[in-house]
């Protein structure tokens, strides 16, 4: 009879773990969190302002800071400047995972920006970089990931999607479209993958207290609490959920005792799904 408790920890010692969207929020947690619990952490983000969002991104410093903690915890950390939009970029960031920390087990995709508008308000600009960071860069960064993956002994891919990846949410027409698309790739790369042993997951997290937030507020004019206050009321449990909390579905899903999960989407939202 396997040890149940143990089973729920997952132990990820000598394995290699590879977050996007990592210099802070919810993919610091996640670095962090892999690094406990045994994992070298290659850390990818953009590292500058892009034209959209209009909210600031992830800086260098940011990204510095979590190698530090990274390191901190007795684990390899290797920062790597890439943007999920770009396929050279990725397709160099891998070649240095493979150079730098020799394999890759653990593939958590997350990074990802948001604006808001009605549909028909939406620019080229604001459609193409909400869909091609969103889920073309999901994709994009598993593609150039696949065959590190399929190496390892039990490759994991956790997608971080969102509730707007199963329902629509008013003016996220972008989002909402991207994340759905995240959520079928999700399931068809869980298909492809389930002969080399590689499971894929997407993790629907509700309202978040994140940059993302604070950014998405300030490009609505919006205080914070605004806009918890319009996220917030679809949510049973009506408060903010932590990135630690997204954080510990993630090590389950990396956990043995989830080692038959795959093509599954977990909702970490509050119970805004049960509406
Ligand atoms: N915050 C929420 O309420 C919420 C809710 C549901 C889902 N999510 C999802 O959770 C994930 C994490 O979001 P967060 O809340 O931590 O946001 P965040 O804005 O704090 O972090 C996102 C990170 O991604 C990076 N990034 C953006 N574009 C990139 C690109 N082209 N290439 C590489 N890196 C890029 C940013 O620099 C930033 O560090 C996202 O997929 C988001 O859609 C967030």
Redesign the pocket.
């Known amino acids: 009879m396997p040890d149940v408790r143990a089973a729920v920890l997952p132990d990820l010692t000598g394995q290699v773990a590879l977050v996007?969207?990592a210099?802070?929020?919810?993919?610091r947690s996640h670095c962090l969190a892999l690094a406990e619990a045994g994992a070298d952490v290659a850390a990818?983000?953009?590292?500058r302002d892009l034209e959209v969002p209009r909210y600031p991104?992830?800086t260098r410093a940011e990204l510095d800071e979590v190698v530090a903690e990274v390191e901190r915890r007795g684990r390899r950390a290797v920062p790597l400047v890439?943007?999920?939009?770009d396929p050279d970029e990725v397709a160099a960031a891998l070649a240095a995972v493979e150079a730098e920390l020799g394999r890759l087990d653990v593939l958590v995709n997350?990074?990802?920006?948001?604006t808001s508008a009605p549909f028909w308000e939406l620019s080229e600009q604001q459609w193409s970089a909400v869909v091609d960071?969103?889920l073309s860069?999901v994709w994009r960064t598993t593609r150039a990931a696949v065959g590190l993956l399929r190496r390892a002994p039990r490759g994991r891919i956790v997608n971080?999607a969102?509730?707007g990846g199963v329902r629509a949410l008013p003016e996220f027409a972008h989002y909402v479209a991207a994340k759905h698309g995240v959520v079928g790739l999700t399931r068809a790369m869980a298909i492809e993958l389930a002969s080399g042993g590689v499971t894929v997951n997407a993790i629907l997290?509700?309202?978040?207290d994140?940059?993302?937030?604070a950014?998405l507020a300030d490009e609505l004019g919006l205080t914070p609490q605004d806009v918890h206050k319009r996220w917030l009321h679809d949510q049973l449990l009506v408060e903010v959920i932590p990135?630690e909390e997204v954080t510990g579905a993630l090590l389950w899903l990396l956990s043995d005792a989830a080692r038959h999960v795959t093509g599954h989407c977990l909702a970490v939202d509050g119970g805004a799904l049960a509406r």
């Open positions: 996007t969207g210099a802070r929020g919810q993919g990818l983000d953009v590292c991104l992830g890439a943007d999920v939009r997350n990074a990802a920006v948001v960071t969103n860069g971080i969102s509730t997290p509700g309202a978040v994140s940059p993302m937030l950014g990135p």
